[in-house]
């Protein structure tokens, strides 16, 4: 008699009352279940033709599609298989099984709902006492478009791929014409033609198809036309024919058709309270719409956070020296901000080394050691020469003060402080008074301490979601189908989060909500 169990797959069993009694009751199909059952649908449901055969409900396409990224599972053909073999996906779907088809359309026509349901996660998160809203961290990553970098082109580029084509099609209608007389007369005008050729058969399609390829070309030609227009470089703008709103990012893995992604993320959980994507190509245009966002879900998630009967703190706002610029914080001092967010974020200046000759902070001709006369108006060097006001001028859209020495080159340092013959010239940022205020602050121990959240708060999440749930690339085109694509992974995360609070916690969700105050892990 061996010692072995008792198996036996073949044995009839009768289900137990609920397909998800075989997950255990710590499963991410249960957190995803329940949460998804506690959210308001009724925008879906309102989508819902009331003629045809009846639609799947929602509540099913939207679970499985949270369970989907949550466990890297993108594909809609993946996820129909998943709904044949995997557990999971069977109880979140009550064991209907809809096609890729079905699942594919409801992501393609409710990504704007599929965004407003993040924020319904997000409320979840704030119920249970995941989300402080003290310490807010900004941050973006460049992700990579489904778009070759083959099919980037510039406007000449483009000018010139269209009349090589145009050649193409009226060269191919040539030929094909002369083959179509020859036929003729060798097997006679009225023959069907099906003994010819099969590339010759099928020229009205390869010609369509050419034409449908020239077509993309010009609109691709008037779009980058548009975009010429608000752009200060037009020579070197660029567009991708397979994504036409991506845009050339750089990152450390080089050059390449992508977009922005961005998040802002709660230093006590890491639960993601807002995101966005963009195809800017740099992150200072994009601070105050991020803020903008961060503020209108903290709204959503905590409306009296900011009411006037409660003594409440701003915001502490922590971005990278990327989303710093002079009218970012000339923008956050006006009082639509200012009792709301409280910025951290250095300037790129800041840093221990400065591009130019006679920039290193190390040099004693470093503009920081010109010293300032307010009465004169005007600049001491550290040889005893004197800097003159010589008016204003605009640079980048900014507006500057610029002093400049009119006996540099009888100094003895000529050559060393500058080797301009107009003299040493400093240019002051009409913003520059805000900017050493920003400075000074996260010099101040409270300042560096606050400044070292981001790295522990904002980078981390992109490290899951790239590193941990494989998304590293989108796979949807278009800068408002990508939106929804980020907004569904931002979901994702978030609901990651709730499954291993509970686990912590050892509790349900629905037990977790029903308590007036929910247990929460400390403020670290």
Excluded at 372 to 387: I, V
Excluded at 428 to 452: A, D, H, V
Aim: proline share 4%.
């Amino acid at each position: 008699m061996l010692n072995l169990r008792p198996y036996n797959n073949k044995e009839l069993l009768l289900f137990p009352p609920s397909v998800g009694d075989y997950l255990s009751n710590d499963h991410l199909a249960h957190v995803v279940d329940e949460a998804v059952e506690t959210i308001d649908l009724t925008p879906y449901y309102r989508k819902i033709s009331l003629v045809g055969n009846p639609s799947y409900d929602p509540a099913l396409k939207i679970k499985i599609w949270f369970y989907g990224y949550a466990t890297q599972t993108y594909s809609s053909r993946k996820i129909e298989e998943h709904l044949d073999t995997d557990v999971a996906f069977i109880y979140l779907s009550g064991m209907q099984k809809p096609d890729f088809r079905t699942i594919s359309d409801f992501r393609k026509n409710n990504l704007s709902l599929l965004t407003n349901s993040f924020v319904d996660i997000l409320k979840i998160c704030h119920r249970l006492g995941m989300t402080k809203l003290g310490n807010i961290s900004l941050d973006s990553k460049v992700m990579k478009a489904n778009a070759s970098v083959n099919r980037t082109y510039t406007e000449k580029e483009l000018i010139k791929e269209q009349e090589e084509l145009e050649k193409a099609i009226q060269g191919y209608l040539e030929r094909a014409n002369q083959t179509d007389d020859e036929e003729d007369k060798k097997y006679g005008y009225d023959k069907l033609g099906t003994e010819l050729p099969e590339n010759i058969r099928d020229k009205k399609v390869r010609v369509k198809k050419m034409k449908q390829i020239a077509q993309q070309l010009k609109a691709a030609q008037e779009k980058l036309e548009e975009s010429k227009q608000n752009s200060k470089k037009p020579s070197k703008e660029k567009i991708n024919l397979t994504d036409t709103d991506a845009k050339i990012q750089k990152s450390k893995g080089g050059k390449y058709p992508g977009y922005r992604a961005e998040i802002s993320v709660d230093s006590k959980e890491q639960v993601i309270v807002a995101n966005d994507v963009t195809n800017e190509q740099n992150d200072a245009p994009r601070l105050i719409p991020m803020v903008d966002k961060t503020l209108e879900n903290v709204k959503e998630i905590k409306p009296d956070r900011f009411s006037d009967n409660q003594q409440n703190q701003p915001i502490n706002t922590i971005a990278d020296a990327g989303y710093s610029s002079g009218k970012n914080l000339a923008e956050l001092e006006k009082e639509k901000y200012k009792e709301k967010i409280e910025p951290y974020i250095p300037d790129t200046n800041s840093e221990t080394k400065e591009r130019g000759k006679g920039h290193d902070v190390t040099s004693p001709f470093h503009r920081s050691k010109f010293i300032f006369n307010e009465k004169e108006n005007s600049f001491t060097c550290p040889a005893g020469k004197e800097l003159y006001y010589m008016g204003q001028q605009i640079s980048s859209g900014i507006l500057h003060s610029v002093y400049r020495c009119k006996d540099c080159k009888s100094c003895q340092h000529f050559g060393k402080c500058t080797t301009s013959k107009q003299g040493r010239h400093i240019s002051i940022s009409q913003y520059q008074g805000l900017i050493n205020k920003m400075r000074q602050k996260l010099k101040t121990e409270e300042g560096k301490k606050i400044y070292g959240l981001r790295k522990i708060t904002a980078e981390p999440v992109f490290g899951n979601l790239s590193q941990n749930l494989g998304f590293r690339e989108f796979l949807l085109r278009g800068l408002e189908k990508v939106k929804g694509e980020f907004s569904l992974m931002c979901s994702a995360h978030n609901l990651l989060k709730i499954a291993r609070f509970l686990r912590d916690s050892k509790m349900l969700l629905t037990e977790a909500l029903a308590k007036p105050c929910p247990v929460a892990i400390p403020d670290g």
